[in-house]
């Protein structure tokens, strides 16, 4: 009988050893657990996801965005382009009679430059982002931010997407023949067809519905952008000596009034 109890006893005993030793393992494991691993603590950079070899280029996707710092409209820039409205001679439209927009202003597009590239590529890689290039000029991928519209369009070169992305004319090369534009020497039209100031890339619905309208008939969707597109058409009026129209003039007018 006592050894059969002693026999229980270590048993017992035993159990309890065992019990306590997998306690002990388990609150070790579960402390482990809470802490950071290196990688989370110290991301590197040969950690982040989607990183490029150098040297290549990429064409990571970006958010939409308000369009960029430098044409968001200011009380000066209001304030100036209202001084210049003010000055802009008040006439009736010309007639379009004659109107060519490759004999009147030369071929789309130009490189007036001289910088080695056409206009439209230059235009893509200003008002693009994440583009792409093939060679020093020509853009084939980017993400545009339509001024017009405040949508983000993925611009992929191509013969049936190039056209999704479009280079308008602020002022319309042929409001700007009826408004004085006849008046002009050709380099002198060829320059403003080509005008980084009188070029926006945007979406084609833009483009399309805009045609050759004038301030009085067509203002881009978003309205955010109405002062600095307003302010760019006054710009270029007073550049190549045009002139408004009475309905421009009043259209002008109330836009800049909300700036």
Same mark, same amino acid.
């Given at each position: 009988?006592?050894?059969?109890?002693?026999?229980? +006893?270590?048993?017992?005993?035993?159990?309890?050893?065992?019990?306590?030793?997998?306690?002990?393992?388990?609150?070790?494991?579960?402390?482990?657990?809470?802490?950071?691993?290196?990688?989370?603590?110290?991301?590197? %950079?040969?950690?982040?996801?989607?990183?490029?070899?150098? !040297?290549?280029?990429?064409?990571t996707p970006t958010a939409a965005s308000a369009p960029e710092p430098s044409r968001a409209s200011s009380p000066a820039d209001a304030?100036?382009?209202?001084?210049?409205? %003010? %000055?802009?001679?008040?006439? !009736? #439209?010309?007639? %379009? +009679?004659?109107?060519?927009?490759?004999?009147?202003?030369?071929?789309?597009?130009l490189d007036v430059d001289r910088n080695g590239c056409d206009t439209r590529n230059d235009v893509l890689a200003r008002d693009l982002?994440?583009?792409? #290039?093939?060679?020093?000029?020509?853009?084939?991928?980017?993400?545009?931010?339509?001024?017009?519209?405040?949508?983000?369009?993925?611009?992929?070169?191509g013969d049936t997407t190039s056209t999704e992305v479009q280079i308008d004319h602020v002022v319309a090369l042929?409001?700007?023949?009826? +408004?004085?534009?006849q008046q002009l020497d050709q380099s002198e039209r060829e320059a403003l067809a080509n005008d980084p100031e009188n070029l926006f890339a945007v979406d084609q619905h833009s483009n399309a519905q805009k045609r050759s309208g004038d301030a009085a008939t067509w203002l881009p969707a978003n309205t955010a952008f109405?002062?600095?597109?307003?302010?760019?058409?006054?710009?270029?009026?007073?550049?190549?000596?045009?002139?408004?129209?009475?309905?421009?003039?009043d259209a002008m007018s109330r836009v800049l009034e909300r700036c």
């Open positions: 009988m006592p050894s059969r109890r002693r026999r229980r +006893t270590r048993l017992t005993l035993t159990s309890a050893l065992i019990a306590l030793g997998i306690a002990v393992i388990g609150y070790a494991l579960h402390t482990t657990d809470l802490q950071p691993t290196e990688a989370e603590a110290a991301p590197t %950079a040969t950690t982040s996801v989607g990183a490029s070899p150098v !040297g290549e280029p990429t064409n304030a100036r382009a209202r001084t210049l409205l %003010a %000055a802009l001679p008040v006439k !009736g #439209k010309a007639a %379009a +009679t004659g109107y060519d927009r490759t004999a009147d202003f030369g071929t789309a597009w982002t994440e583009i792409t #290039k093939r060679g020093p000029c020509t853009v084939t991928s980017g993400e545009l931010v339509s001024p017009y519209t405040g949508g983000a369009i993925d611009f992929v070169r042929e409001n700007a023949w009826i +408004t004085g534009a109405r002062c600095t597109y307003v302010e760019h058409q006054i710009t270029v009026k007073t550049e190549y000596r045009l002139w408004v129209v009475p309905a421009e003039l």
